[in-house]
């Protein structure tokens, strides 16, 4: 089967609903069983982690988004949670005890970094951040107490990419656990199983849901007893998300094949034509030849979604601030994988410490939703005009490269 038709035919049984096409919303907390015996024996072997014993364990509807993720990822099993950070932070306290060593990539989603800067630290678990271009020189930062090696390709907000099979094989053999956050590259555009990844996480509440009305999490493991330990830390914390919004992120799956396609396309003429802009030093897209992760990216992934940066060479946050502000299509916002474009400034240089950033240039990240994109490139441009025009009287010398315009930016 390919993944087409797996997005829209996994975890479906009509017949098993009356013949309605979509998985009814089964909303529960109590389950009821026919017998006490029944009721004692109801969290047994296989029942503990796949059968409905009680709401926040999973009902029908949580079962089913599960059971496709993990199908499209290509792993054994997955657990729901109730947002895509709660997976991160779920799937790391699944693996690390107090006195174990967890090495972290500098270039990982910012709260990922302050849940082991914080809550990690406290519960007496040491992170190492490394560079995200270590590849297989990760070994020498293995330590006897590593536990766990998270990864993040490409780096949600500066988009180096990582060597996944190199850092698993390092890993392999000092057997320490690799989890990635698989986000950008979903379950469709990178496999992480077969990269030799232990743990995959997802926050669905970006392609997967694809609409921007909800939050979710998926943790989808490489095997029954990675799984198991996986499901058992959700269930001890008593995390799972809700089934309204477990039906409507399994609707957003099965379209999810077209929508990224259509967004992989825009994405890529709207970051060529950025990176042709006299404004623009540097656009940070691995699906861009000119980018330095072209390469591994094109060994590993299939295709690239539609998350990418861009590196002003004006740092002027007062002319940054008139080119978003005024924005038609692009609107300023957190998160992504929605249907719509978004915008928001990235500030690598204040979070990092293994890799320091060292590029000069304000860096904003450019969502591209499904809107036409010659649409979104004339809102571009047009931005790129506003950003040399000061609010000054000397406004009248904006096309002045002399006299500091917009050209000579
Ligand atoms: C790479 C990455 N991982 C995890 C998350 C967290 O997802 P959620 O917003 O569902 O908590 C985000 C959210 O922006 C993200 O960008």
Redesign the pocket.
Known sequence: MKDDTRMVHSARNPQQHQGIVNLPVYRASTVLYPSLEAFNRRGEGDSKYRKVRYGAYGTPTTYALADAVAELEGGHGAAVTS??????TLALTAFLHQGDHLLMVDSV?G??RQFCDTVLKRFGVATTYYDPLIGDKIESLIRPATRVIFT?SPG?LTFEIQDIPAICAAARKHDVRVLM?N??GTPVFFKPFAHGVDVS?Q????YIAGHSDL???IITARTESLFRQVKDTTMVFGDIAGPDDCYLALRGLRSMGARLRQQQAAGLKVATWLQDQPEVKRVLYPALPEDPGHALWKRDFTGACSLFGVILHTDSEPDIARMLDGYRYFKIG???GGYESLVIPANPSKIRTAAPWTETGYVLRYHVGLEDPDDLIADLAEGFKRLGQADTPASSDQDDPEKGGRSSS
């Not at 947002?83 to 991160?88: C, I, N, P």
């Not at 926050?203 to 970006?206: D, L, P, R, V």
């Open positions: 947002s895509g950070l709660a997976a991160v989603y709260p990922t993040e949600s956050d986000t950008w996480i926050a669905g509440t970006k939050v979710i999490g957190a998160s992504w």
